[in-house]
């Protein structure tokens, strides 16, 4: 349970790496944040009939769901790399950065793309890096904060 614990505090660090990343890329070229979180909500809740609200409110529901979706990937990559270490025993952040990295971009663009929310194939090299430099942050964070706490 320890690994665990120490897996979800590591994740939710990555996390907050990842939005202060992400955060500081919008305020330095100025642009706006994705609607593929909120897009990946709206899908899921249309699947499970789940209403999400009326005209006003349901956008925002959507952006909420959308953000919390990407805390759970956030924190369930680190609860998962903790148990796992906890069990393997250490990994090189340099090998277990970009891994981790890896592991949560997955966790966001796939449903992305098997929902039909985005086309992985269309990026741009733009969009590519705005997607990367992020989790790959988070991925070294997740990894150094969990090493900082063993």
């Known amino acids: 349970m320890q690994s665990l614990t120490k897996g979800l505090?590591?994740?939710a660090a990555g996390t907050v790496a990842l939005n202060l990343t992400t955060y500081?890329?919008?305020?330095?070229?100025?642009r706006g944040s994705s609607d593929m979180p909120a897009e990946?909500?709206?899908r899921v809740a249309d699947r499970?009939?789940?209403v999400l609200g009326d005209e006003e409110?349901?956008?925002?529901?959507?952006?909420?769901?959308?953000a919390l979706l990407g805390y759970a990937t956030g924190l369930g990559v680190g609860a998962v790399y903790g148990m796992l270490r906890g069990r393997r025993g250490p990994l090189p952040d340099w090998v277990a950065?970009?891994?981790l990295g890896a592991a949560a971009m997955?966790?966001?663009?796939?449903?992305?793309?098997a929902?039909?929310?985005t086309d992985l194939s269309q990026w741009d090299g733009t969009s590519w890096v705005s997607d990367i430099v992020p989790h790959v942050v988070y991925g070294f964070t997740t990894a150094s904060v969990y090493q900082a706490l063993h």
């Open 97 to 99: 950065g970009p891994l």
């Open 40 to 42: 990946v909500a709206d």
């Open 48 to 50: 499970v009939g789940l």
């Open 106 to 113: 997955v966790g966001s663009d796939v449903p992305a793309a």
């Open 9 to 11: 505090i590591a994740g």
């Open 57 to 66: 409110t349901k956008p925002h529901r959507e952006q909420a769901v959308g």
């Open 115 to 117: 929902l039909g929310v």
């Open 24 to 30: 500081g890329d919008m305020l330095l070229r100025g």
